[in-house]
Nanobody, 128 residues
Framework: QVQLVESGGGSVQPGGSLRLSCTVSGFSLDSRSIGWFRQAPGKEREGLSCITGSGGDAYYTDSVKGRFTASKDEAKNTVYLQMNSLQSEDTAVYYC?????????????????????WGQGAQVTVSS
């Protein structure tokens, strides 16, 4: 059974950093890509980053490029999202997800419909 569990959310001041973790079970990280998304109140879910199952290549949306870094530890079945230079507009619930398409070890477009398995989400609040 495919499961994803996020952790590491919390509150931070503007300019601060947080690292989110996504621990998976039911599959190995070399077989599936993992995407990161967020959803702020009243807004649509936004794709942020994806790291491939094969090779571990990471891709980012423009809004987080240079500030967020995705990585993974396959031995720990865990994917990380290091978030630096956080601002108030980064406040949201953050989700990790994995796609269900045929080539799910590659990164599909960062659209929620491309991803079929989701974690429960982790709240990140950036406030002074």
């Amino acid at each position: 059974q495919v499961q994803l569990v996020e952790s590491g959310g919390g509150s931070v001041q503007p300019g601060g950093s947080l690292r989110l973790s996504c621990t998976v079970s039911g599959f190995s990280l070399d077989s599936r890509s993992i995407g990161w998304f967020r959803q702020a109140p009243g807004k649509e879910r936004e794709g942020l980053s994806c790291i491939t199952g094969s090779g571990g290549d990471a891709y980012y949306t423009d809004s987080v490029k240079g500030r967020f870094t995705a990585s993974k530890d396959e031995a720990k079945n865990t994917v990380y999202l290091q978030m630096n230079s956080l601002q108030s507009e980064d406040t949201a619930v953050y989700y990790c997800a994995t796609p269900t398409g045929r080539f799910n070890y590659l990164c599909p477009p960062l659209q929620p419909d491309e991803y079929g398995y989701w974690g429960q989400g982790a709240q990140v609040t950036v406030s002074s």
